[in-house]
Structure formats: C-alpha cells, structure tokens
C-alpha cells in the first residue's frame, strides 16, 4: 500500500483516488485525472472541498517506540476486520527492535514490521519509563513462561502472542502504579477502534484501483 490516498468533495459527495504525484511525471497531465467522477466535468474546488491526503493507518513498527504492533505475515491488506488470517503481534522497545512470541519462542526481529498498526504506550516526555521499558521487557522475554514448548498450549487458549504482549504491558502499568486492564478492556479501547479505521482504509484502496476512485456511500466513511 504505497500509493497516497486522498479525499476531496464534489457534487455534494466525498470521492476517494490516489495523488497524481504517485504517477509517472509524464501521466500527471492526464484529463481524465481532472475529471469528477460524478459528473464528468472538470473538477473546481472551494477552498472546504479541496484534495488532502488521508493518514495512512499503517506505519513502520521499527521507528515506533515503547509500541503496541499488530501486523500479518501477508501484508496489511489482510488486517481488515472481514479477513480470517490469523494476526501476529509484538511489542517495540525505544531502539525499534520487535519482541514477539512465536512457535520458536520470543524473537527480537530488526525488520519484518515496517506496515503495520501501531499504538504507542509510552509517551516520549516519559524518559524514565521508556529507559525501563527496554530492560524490563528483555528480562520478560526470556521467563520460561515463553519458551517455546508453551507455545501451543497458549493458543489454545486464544493467547500466545497477545498474552506474551498484554501481560507485559500489565506489568508495566503495575510498576506506573496503574491498574491492570483485562483482554477486553484493551482490546475495546486500543485495538478495535484501529482496526475498523484499517478496514475501511484497505476498503477504501481496493475500490480505488479497481475503479479509479472511490464515492462515500455514508458519513462513516472516513
């Protein structure tokens, strides 16, 4: 998903395409790029309706400190809420290096997250947690808790590698002095809202280059 996706207002409905200046220089003048959608005619703008890039709700996991990622061996386009491809998720220390619980046990992975989603748990004016971030999180990695063995008995019991991430990160509330939050709490506040901006993101790119462009049906849609 590397092309720029962008939202403008035409017609009295918000239409979706990606920026020309993800096309070849010599396309760029194209008039069928000028065109709306809708009615065909050359597109005018108001200063309210004019193109801007939608954020992109992917990012590149190894910049993201102290985060929360979620990603698939796929690709993000397998990220949406309608896809039944088995998710993976880790956890990022301050240097970018990814934590994450597998049938080999915890591996500490340089690269592999660069599209994925990312929440991040500690703010950056929090220095002393981050700088504790790192060394708890190694001395968690290597309880025998995630040795490889208990890999398959934690799946099934729907755990694995969100258990390995949400204990730690309770872990880390506990030393903050904060409460622990239960497998739904956080995954009611930090992850399903994520989630459903991503499905209608990937809903969004795939009408695009099917069709050249994408036409709101309802508010929600972005």
Same mark, same amino acid.
Request: net charge negative; charged share 25%; glycine share 6%.
């Given at each position: 998903?590397?092309k ?5 207002r ?7 395409? %990606?920026?020309? =200046? &993800? $096309? *070849? ?13 809708? !009615?065909?005619?050359?597109?005018? %703008?108001?200063? =309210? &309706? $004019? *193109? ?6 992917f990012r590149n996991?190894?910049?993201?400190? !102290? ?45 592999g ?5 990312c929440?991040?748990l ?20 290597v ?76 508010p929600?849609?972005?």
């Amino acid at each position: 998903m590397e092309k720029t996706v962008i939202k403008y207002r035409h017609c009295g409905r918000d239409v979706y395409s %990606f920026s020309h =200046l &993800d $096309a *070849p220089y010599s396309h760029r003048t194209d008039d069928s790029e000028r065109q709306c959608p809708i !009615c065909h005619q050359t597109r005018t %703008f108001g200063l =309210l &309706d $004019a *193109p801007v890039a939608l954020p992109c709700p992917f990012r590149n996991g190894h910049k993201v400190s !102290c985060a929360f990622l979620i990603g698939s061996i796929h690709g993000p386009s397998y990220l949406g809420e309608w896809n039944d491809t088995e998710i993976h998720v880790g956890l990022s220390n301050s240097e970018g290096l990814v934590y994450n619980y597998t049938l080999s046990g915890v591996r500490r992975d340089a690269h592999g997250w660069e599209q994925c989603v990312c929440v991040q748990l500690v703010p950056p004016e929090r220095r002393d947690l981050r700088e504790s971030w790192d060394s708890e999180l190694e001395q968690f990695s290597v309880l025998p808790e995630w040795i490889p063995e208990r890999f398959s008995e934690e799946r099934a019991f729907g755990s694995c590698c969100y258990g390995f991430a949400l204990t730690f990160i309770n872990h880390m509330r506990w030393l903050d002095g904060k409460a622990s939050l239960s497998r739904d709490e956080f995954t009611g506040c930090h992850v399903l809202p994520r989630m459903k901006t991503v499905s209608r993101y990937i809903n969004i790119y795939h009408a695009i280059l099917q069709h050249g462009f994408y036409i709101a049906n309802t508010p929600d849609d972005m």
